[in-house]
């Protein structure tokens, strides 16, 4: 028996395009937005930022002397985070209907920058009762070690915890880690298998 829900965050709570960002640093630096990428994924610096194995403002210095970019730490923030949408993918009303009833707990792999951001533009977020956040625990998911982090905050044991996640590979470790756990493709969706577990409301 399903005793606490736990969600991931991006894609499946709050939706972003990372192209928005990349647009954004093409404007300054002159490089292809669909270059960017390229350019950050070598520097390792993504990883470590959402392992807590480096603080933002590093970050921020190194990635931008890696793509050549000139702002202040309050302009790339603004740039980092520019890639979220306002509408989210599910409804307060669900969050706030199970959290009445059952712990709920958000798991996430992210970044104090992100997060930041997120926790100031998104009041749904009150609903959780506990954050797991990748730079946080010093883990990221599909390591078995933040999906225990999850099950430790939810109170239960792990076939007692339904997860959500948009990402196949994250979804599989929670599997394997014992979670009941189910890809994230829509809100419908996602309520039906819900429905299937647990009541609300």
Known sequence: ????????????????????????????????????????????????????QIEPRDFVKQLSAALNLNCTYEEFCEIWSSIFLPETLVSE??????????PLVLLSNTNAIHFDMIRANYPLLRHFHSLVLSHEVGAMKPSPVIYGKAVEAAGCRPDECF??????????????????????????????????RITWG
């Open 1 to 52: 028996m399903i005793k606490a829900v736990i969600f991931d965050l991006g894609r499946v709570i709050v939706p972003f395009d990372f192209r928005r960002g990349y647009a954004r640093i093409e404007a300054l630096t002159g490089i292809p937005a669909d270059e960017v990428p390229g350019r950050i994924r070598p520097t390792g610096l993504v990883e470590r930022l959402e392992s807590g």
């Open 93 to 102: 009303e669900l969050l706030r209907g199970i959290a009445n009833r059952y």
């Open 163 to 196: 997860f959500t996640d948009d990402i196949p590979e994250y979804v599989e470790g929670a599997r394997r880690y014992g979670i009941d756990a189910v890809q994230f493709q829509s809100a419908p969706q996602i309520e039906g298998e819900l429905r299937k």
